[in-house]
């Protein structure tokens, strides 16, 4: 079963090699869903193992000891981030492939979307800084590659601004991973907590605020967060799916790993503020601006501000709920920009006064939106409002009454943004059709719908599943709060 782990980062990389050799598309088309099927299925014994048996499984590559192996640790957290994860980039290659977007025939768009999720394997498995820290240098070298595929303009000047927050990004993180191993002498996570208690208070809060700086660029917290309303809405849109859906999630997981196995209660109150404000500058830049992609861009930036609000917290009830958001939120951001992929592809834009009326043209479209923006918005019966539901409770139960009403605003203010993508873009004048954006074959238009309804189908299941989701949940906050049944499997009794 260990040797499982090393599937979902093993597999894809050894797809990207053979797709770089075989420069076929449909044979790279073959080697991707093969790679990914495989990642997923690995993924999904993982975490059947991790719920039937309470154990947190570990992989030591090469046999080595724990103290300098290459660890990979699956525990709830990490078990369930990494099902979704595959998931997500399996049903997302199948959207750009009806998409025929330009990149997605490009014979490297294949092998650097595997790579990509390898990285993003890598990074929920990690069980040392350093190996983290590779992991995201492998998101960095292929989200770049898969933000400037094109070539165009836009994505080349946004794609620039973007590699040159991520090299700050990876030059924090790497200097972060070099002083902790400096003062304490070990890169594992599980040895860690006990040795970084061990320093003084001001090296201590250093080490940790220089992670909470690397990690919150990669979520893109305030006031770190400038580069991502730039340059997610240059790619296309099967790109800023997978972006949108994963990549600032690796980074909220980082903080969770961090701030709760590392620096127990560090940073409480700096990442409260943190948590307000990226609540309410994400959803007023989305309220200013009139393009569809720009809108769901920025709330990417105000969606996060509740995952950090929980990790602030600190309590277990507040490290459940964030683990929830986080599980709804994957799927929920995904959707929204596959749908707004499809509203391009018929119309050739995603600005308000280039579109309209596509709830005329059609209702299923329409139906494909609003779910996920509600859910978005934390209305009832949706997944986000039991996920914004648990975290405003475990906000209650710690007297924080007015970052909790600083997150109801902001949930408000993200009802106000989806009605108005709602009136611009689907309902209102329709507007004449791009003939270059029509679908040319009608199974490739199939491929994107199917996708699509698949991504948002799985946000309705969260929701119909919430309770056994919520106690899975309960779980994996108690592996986080009290890290000895984590630092025992690691390193041993």
Known sequence: MNVLLGLPLAVPLLGAALSMV????????????????????????????VITTDEIVVSRLGG?????????????????????????????????????????????????????????????LSGDLFNLFVAFEL??????????????????????????????????????????????????MAELPARLADLPDGVRTGLNLLLLVAFGIKAAVFPLFFWLPDSYPTAPSSVTAVFAGLLTKVGVYALI???????PGGQSTLLLWIACLTMIVGVLGAISHSDMKRILSFHIVSQIG???LGIA????????????????????????????????RETGASAFSDVGGMARRSGALAALFMLPALSLAGLPPFSGFIGKFALVRAGFDDDQYVVVGIALLGSLLTLVSMTKIWIGVFWGDVQPVVPEGRVGVLRHHRLMSA???????????????AGPLYSFCVG??????????????????
């Not at 369930?80 to 977007?101: D, E, K, N, Y």
């Not at 700050?168 to 304490?184: K, Q």
């Not at 994996?476 to 009794?493: H, N, R, T």
């Open 22 to 49: 075989v420069r076929r598309l449909w044979a790279q088309r073959a080697i991707s869903f093969v790679a990914l099927a495989i990642a997923v299925g690995s993924s999904l014994a993982v975490l059947v193992r």
């Open 476 to 493: 994996a906050a108690a592996q986080l709060v009290d890290p000895s049944q984590y630092i025992e499997a690691v390193l041993g009794s």
């Open 451 to 465: 996708a699509t309804i698949v991504v948002v189908g799985s946000t309705l299941a969260i929701a119909a599943f």
């Open 139 to 188: 998101l960095l070298m292929a989200s770049y590659v898969l933000l400037t595929l094109e070539g165009t303009d836009a994505q080349v000047r946004s794609g620039t601004t973007y590699v040159v927050l991520n090299i700050v990004e990876s030059l924090v993180l790497l200097t972060a991973v070099g002083l902790v191993f400096a003062a304490t002498g070990t890169v594992s």
């Open 306 to 308: 509740y995952m950090v």
């Open 313 to 344: 917290l600190g309590t277990q009830a507040a490290i459940a709920a964030t683990v929830l958001f986080l599980v709804h939120q994957i799927p929920v951001k995904t959707s929204l920009f596959l749908v707004q992929g499809i509203v391009e």
């Open 257 to 263: 790993r961090t701030e709760m196995l590392l620096f």
């Open 64 to 124: 080595w000891p724990a103290a300098v192996a290459i660890t990979l640790v699956g525990d709830r957290l990490a078990a369930v981030m990494l099902v979704i994860a595959t998931s997500v980039l399996a049903v997302v290659l199948v959207f750009a492939i009806g998409q025929r977007a330009v990149d997605e025939r490009s014979p490297y768009y294949h092998p650097t979307y595997l790579v990509l999720s390898a990285g993003v394997a890598q990074a929920f």
